[in-house]
């Protein structure tokens, strides 16, 4: 085998002539392979396919072969055999095809003249092979890879049959160790597999006993919750009747106490006028709060029904007023109610914007000793005149951080000396949200202690016609 003048460009060129040429191209292609940085058993699928190529192609006028690196994006070794045409039938690249990553037949190249004669067409094969990720095309590299294809002594069919020999020994080495590894790879994988499926029936078990915990859980709480509503039931129940009942009493005494104090009936000492005041003053509130619990239970069972109608806000605000002026002020409070000028005509329902308006007033006016109680009114510009605001604050005792999750717990009232001074049912600021939610709207409150409380009546805004004449003076005995 002679070095190829015509291949003197690539990394090694050579003519293929004879037996032992194609015995030596294994080995040189083994060789390259393991200059360039290949595994094993890339070397042997090299060395083996160029064999076959060598083989198919041997006898061809003119057979050459060269190893190059051409340029390109993925950096591969290249192995060309060429040979002029005509010589011999077209290749068989189905052997090689198996063992490399590309392999291709070309026609029609133009041999240039020289060592092989005038010039004419030529035919060759391009065996490709991609390199290790590791390869680093450096001079120093392409000079170790010329070295490696340079080392090479004639050899004879024997020579070549022992190397193969070798190379299958080998091969099947590398192939027995790794049908172990694959077993025992194998074997873990079985394992693990019954350690999955262990695993699965364990969290299986856990879910269907978690599931029956949960079945359990839901059943009592949907007993639990039966309970409940009928315990609110028989709540709602108990204050509807005993309101009905305790009205017909609390209606007696008020109505006699009034008869008393009429001017036609018979003349009273003082002291039994003040007493008969009095007995008229607690019957008065005892049936506000009957009306109210009433008022609750409804509201709670849906019964509460909504009397939308136009109401005059100046004649509600100063009636109302007028009446929590006339049952009796601290001293040293005073209550401020919005001009009757910016109070517009708004439909609602009179009666329980009234309670509302009366229970949050009571409630400033009775733990405040110092200071104002304080009404305004705005429509919120910002909802397009949809919504009307009604405020109430005052300059009180105020309510701690602590309490204000709990002042809408009906009966509730905050601990207090002023509280324990001004005992009440503690209805009125879950009664008061309770006919705000009816109305559609929605109650706020917040409190600083020794600063005061502000609380906010958010309520939906229809306006209403401007009656022709002006509302009549509020009657201060009037009962809100």
Not at 452 to 461: F, I, N, W
Request: some cysteine; hydrophobic content about 40%; proline content about 6%.
């Amino acid at each position: 085998m002679t070095v190829s003048a015509a291949r003197s460009a690539a990394l090694s060129a050579f003519d293929l002539a004879t037996a032992q040429d194609v015995f030596a191209l294994r080995r040189i292609g083994q060789s390259a392979a393991e200059a360039l940085g290949m595994d094993r058993q890339d070397q042997v699928r090299i060395a083996t396919a160029l064999s076959e190529l060598g083989r198919d192609r041997l006898g061809c006028d003119g057979l050459t072969v060269a190893f190059t690196l051409p340029p390109g994006p993925e950096p591969v070794l290249a192995v060309v055999f060429e040979w002029d045409s005509g010589t011999k039938a077209a290749p068989d690249l189905e052997p090689a095809a198996r063992l490399l990553n590309r392999v291709r037949h070309e026609t029609g190249a133009t041999h240039e003249s020289g060592a092989h004669g005038s010039g004419g067409a030529r035919e060759r094969i391009v065996a490709e092979h991609p390199l290790p990720a590791a390869w680093s095309d450096t001079p120093a590299a392409r000079l170790e890879v010329r070295e490696a294809l340079r080392r090479h002594a004639p050899m004879t069919l024997a020579d070549d049959l022992r190397a193969q020999t070798r190379d299958l020994i080998a091969t099947l080495e590398e192939t027995r160790a790794q049908r172990e590894e694959l077993r025992r790879l194998n074997d873990e994988l079985e394992e693990t597999n019954r350690g999955v499926l262990a695993l699965y029936t364990e969290l299986s078990q856990e879910l269907e006993e978690t599931n029956s915990g949960v079945v359990a859980l839901h059943t009592e709480l949907e007993e639990k919750s039966n309970r409940l509503r009928e315990t609110s039931e028989a709540k709602t129940r108990f204050w509807t009747n005993i309101s009905h009942e305790l009205r017909t009493p609390v209606n007696a005494v008020v109505a006699l106490s009034r008869l008393l104090l009429a001017a036609g009936s018979a003349p009273l000492t003082e002291e039994q006028r003040r007493t008969v005041s009095l007995i008229d003053a607690s019957g008065q509130t005892l049936f506000a709060l009957v009306n109210d619990l009433l008022d609750m239970a409804k509201a709670e069972a849906g019964q509460l029904e909504i009397a939308a109608a136009p109401v005059d806000l100046r004649a509600l605000v100063g009636q109302l007023g007028a009446v929590m002026r006339s049952t009796g002020m601290p001293d040293g409070v005073l209550l401020l109610t919005p001009e009757p000028g910016t109070l517009p005509v708004a439909v609602t329902d009179e009666a329980l914007l009234t309670r509302i308006l009366r229970n949050l007033l009571s409630n400033a006016l009775k733990f405040t000793e110092k200071g104002e109680v304080r009404l305004e009114f705005a429509v919120d510009p910002e909802a397009a005149g949809q919504w009307m605001t009604f405020t109430v604050t005052d300059t009180g005792v105020g309510i701690p951080e602590s309490e204000l999750a709990r002042v809408f717990e009906e009966f509730y009232q905050v601990r207090g000396p002023l509280q324990r001074a001004h005992r009440g049912t503690g209805l009125g600021l879950p009664y008061a949200r309770a006919l705000t939610e009816l109305l559609g709207g929605t109650l706020r409150l917040s409190s600083t202690p020794g600063v005061g409380t502000r609380v906010e009546v958010r309520l939906p805004h229809r306006p209403g016609p401007r009656p022709a004449t002006p509302p009549a003076p509020p009657a201060p005995e009037a009962d809100a």
